[in-house]
T-cell receptor, first 114, second 113 residues
């Protein structure tokens, strides 16, 4: 059974803290994505990666960075968390051959920044 | 930017009834996908329909695509309480080497027992 695992379901951090959100997939997928989801705004793409060490900015990359050192792992980093980064963060992956196809999502990480 | 727009935003029906949700988009697409999200969880892929397809079925799901009207519909037949969730459409635009999907804001479906 295919799986995308996000390290934490719920996190509470303080303003200014550095936050790491980890995502691991076991499907040998080339592409990995980080989204944030907010009520009324839907899913917004933060960053995506189509290969190890490769990354591309999505629609809202400001305040975030990413790391893809291994194919199965894609990390989202908030260098200095702010309250407006309180959100649900969703990681997803897809196969290069079907990169325009099905995305597999993790269960999400709900981050609260106080 | 959100290309897909789902309609209605919210839908409440009784168990056993059919639920229809619509998605409209603006630009030419390669494919359109429907996803489901239970409250507080990740999204699950339901069905993908390509631009050269008009209708697709999967179990109790039926998806249609009308490229001339730039719209799609998702029909869930004989709904169950477990179908209560949000449903999202996502489009893969056909222009360029765009690897991104463009998402709608979703339809919230409540199926009452």
């Amino acid at each position: 059974d295919v799986k995308v695992t996000q390290s934490s379901r719920y996190l509470v951090k303080r303003t200014g803290e550095k936050v790491f959100l980890e995502c691991v997939q076991d499907m040998d997928h080339e592409n990995m994505f980080w989204y944030r989801q907010d009520p009324g705004l839907g899913l917004r793409l933060i960053y995506f990666s189509y290969d190890v060490k490769m990354k591309e900015k999505g629609d809202i990359p400001e305040g975030y960075s990413v790391s893809r050192e291994k194919k199965e792992r894609f990390s989202l980093i908030l260098e200095s968390a702010s309250t407006n980064q309180t959100s649900m963060y969703l990681c997803a992956s897809s196969n290069t051959g079907t990169w325009a196809g099905e995305l597999f999502f993790g269960e999400g990480s709900r981050l609260t920044v106080l | 930017s959100q290309q897909g727009e789902e309609d209605p935003q919210a839908l409440s029906i009784q168990e056993g009834e059919n639920a229809t949700m619509n998605c409209s988009y603006k630009t030419s697409i390669n494919n359109l996908q429907w996803y489901r999200q239970n409250s507080g969880r990740g999204l699950v892929h339901l069905i993908l329909i390509r631009s050269n397809e008009r209708e697709k079925h999967s179990g109790r799901l039926r998806v249609t695509l009308d490229t001339s009207k730039k719209s799609s519909s998702l029909l869930i037949t004989a709904s169950r309480a477990a179908d209560t969730a949000s449903y999202f459409c996502a489009t893969k635009v056909s222009a360029g080497n765009n690897r991104k999907l463009i998402w709608g804001l979703g339809t919230s479906l409540a199926v009452n027992p």
